[in-house]
């Protein structure tokens, strides 16, 4: 099959590969739908510590089941499907004391979704492996991504007619808005530098601040969705007393940070964050997706052939911003 390998850090290649293995306990899926994700394109720029080449990257997909091994139950050839990038252990000391999204003995399909195929067992399909509408294939791809909105809401509550305030105005940082204001019910305001990434998110509702030298108001809660370490600094000034500030974008490996530790001893400011999702996350964003809660056609519009050179056109447009989110069709 067709796949994109990461061979290294700056160097990917679009090859065949050895299809995924098969047996009586596997469920095989044709992808139809891929998206191009944040660790994608950082694994790419820089490499990552969990993401050894040769390898096939990509963790956002649906697609079509066309095998089924004879001991599955539950599934059948032709069911449209998303899956989770991996699920979790549950008896590792991380799962038994309720964060699984840190799971230290991960399970993962059986490789990336930048591929023709991708395989699961049917232990795997339990927890990671469910059915969509297939009017809804290209939506539900999405999943993952609401799924570590919604696990970074778990860190701070966020509660109705709460202000909360995005920072970064990129395709997690609009989830981000939109999740807070569609399935929290707060009121939810973005910001960002490059002003033309504003045009979105006024669009679907969500307020605006082109500049927040000049915004005097104070937040419920402050997402920065950008890793930039100096914003800490320059918006933790900018919550309520016993707010959250919340770090959701992933920050470089030995990253440091300053902050006012006045703020958080005297006005009870919290700083948190957490990556990833889990089993229930997951489950939990796609029907959301499903039932149309939250609608995620304007974040599927910029599609590609899944081809060699498309490949590299996609990743170019995702990587130097020409476009919000990136997706193959196969």
Known sequence: MKAV??????????RDVPEPSFDSNTILINISYSFICATDIKTY?????????PTILGHEFTGVIERVGENVEGYAVGDCVTASPYINCGTCDSCIRGR???CSSRKFPSNGAFAERIAVSSDYAKLGLIKVPKVLLKQAALSEPLACVLNSASSFNPKPAESILVVGAGFMGVLNALTMKTIFGAHAFITDTNHDRLRLPKKLGIEVIEDIGEMHKKFDAIILAVPIPELIMQYESHIVPFGHLVLFGGYAK??????????????????????????????TATKIIMNGTLKMDEFTNEMYKFSSSDFQTAFQDAMEGRVLKAGFIL
């Open 100 to 102: 699984p999204e840190v």
């Open 5 to 14: 390998m990461y061979e290294a850090p700056r160097v990917v290649s679009f």
């Open 45 to 53: 720029k820089q490499g990552h510590p969990h993401i050894i080449p």
């Open 254 to 283: 030995e990253t440091k940070a300053v902050f006012d530790p006045n703020l958080v001893h005297y006005m009870g400011i919290t700083i948190v964050g957490t990556s990833g999702c889990s089993a229930v996350n997951f489950q």
